[in-house]
C-alpha cells in the first residue's frame, strides 16, 4: 500500500489556475502521457454554482519498458470527476483507475481553492493511494518503491509544467471560470466528434442541466 499526500501554494488568483488546468484539455503538446481524453457528462447546478465534468482518460504508462512488457501493459485509463464551484473558488477531482482493476487499485484526489492567507494566491492539496490487488512474483515491494519515487518526481515536474501553463496564461485576458470551462468543453466535444451537444451545454440560463455524451467506447 502506498499513500501520498502533496501541498503546494501558487502566487496566483484561483481563476489563473483553473485556465492553466483547463488548457490541457483534451490533450496538449506538453503533456505527451495524456493520450485522450472523452468527457462522459457535464452538469451544472445554478443554486450551488457547481459544474461538474466526468472524463475518462487515457494515459501513457511512465514506467521504465522492461516493466512495461514484464506485464504487457503500455497505457491504462483512469475515470476523473471535476467539480468548480464558481462562488465559493475551489475546484476538485477525484480519479480512479478503470484498468487492470484486479491487478492495483488507484485513487487521487485533488484540491485548489482560495488560499486562507491571500485571497489572490491558490492552495493545492493532492492524496493518493495505490494498492496491489494481486501478487506480482514477489516484487511488490520493489513495485511500490517505484510508484512512490515517480509520484514524489512527477509532482515537482508538474509544478515546472505549471510555471510554463501559468506564463502563457498571463499573457492572455483572464477569464472566469465559466468562460475557462466553456472553451475547455467545446475543444474536447470538437475534438470527440459530439459537436451536436454543444448547444445543450450552456451556462447563460438560470436553471440546472445535466448531459450525458453516449458516444460509445471501447471497453478495457
Given amino acids: 500500500m502506498v499513500n501520498i499526500v502533496l501541498d503546494y501554494s501558487y502566487q496566483h488568483p484561483f481563476e489563473l489556475l483553473v485556465m492553466t488546468y483547463n488548457s490541457r484539455f483534451p490533450t496538449h503538446k506538453r503533456i505527451p502521457v495524456l493520450l485522450e481524453n472523452i468527457i462522459k457528462s ?14 475518462r482518460v487515457k494515459v501513457d504508462l511512465e514506467a521504465p519498458y522492461w516493466l512495461k512488457r514484464l506485464f504487457g501493459i503500455y497505457f491504462f485509463y483512469i475515470m476523473q470527476t471535476l467539480v468548480y464551484n464558481v462562488d465559493e473558488r475551489w475546484m476538485n477531482t477525484a480519479s480512479q483507475s478503470l484498468s487492470f482493476r484486479n491487478w492495483v487499485s488507484v485513487l487521487e484526489e485533488v484540491s485548489w481553492r482560495e488560499h486562507k492567507d491571500n485571497k489572490d494566491w491558490t492552495y493545492f492539496h493532492e492524496t493518493a493511494s495505490l494498492e496491489l490487488q494481486a501478487h506480482f512474483m514477489g516484487s511488490e515491494k520493489i513495485i ?26 498571463l499573457s492572455k485576458p483572464l477569464q472566469n471560470i465559466i468562460e475557462s470551462c466553456e472553451e475547455m468543453i467545446r475543444r474536447s466535444l470538437t475534438l470527440q466528434k459530439s459537436e451536436q451537444y454543444l448547444e445543450m451545454v450552456d451556462f447563460s440560463k438560470s436553471f440546472n442541466f445535466e448531459v450525458k455524451f453516449d458516444k460509445p467506447l471501447e471497453e478495457v
Avoid at 457535464?42 to 472524463?55: A, Q
Avoid at 511500490?144 to 496564461?169: H, P, T, V
Fill in 42 to 55: 457535464v452538469s451544472y447546478d445554478h443554486v450551488k454554482k457547481e459544474l461538474t465534468v466526468v472524463r
Fill in 144 to 169: 511500490e518503491k517505484f510508484i512512490g519515487k515517480s509520484y514524489s518526481n512527477n509532482f515537482e515536474n508538474a509544478r515546472k509544467l505549471d510555471a510554463d501553463f501559468i506564463q502563457e496564461a
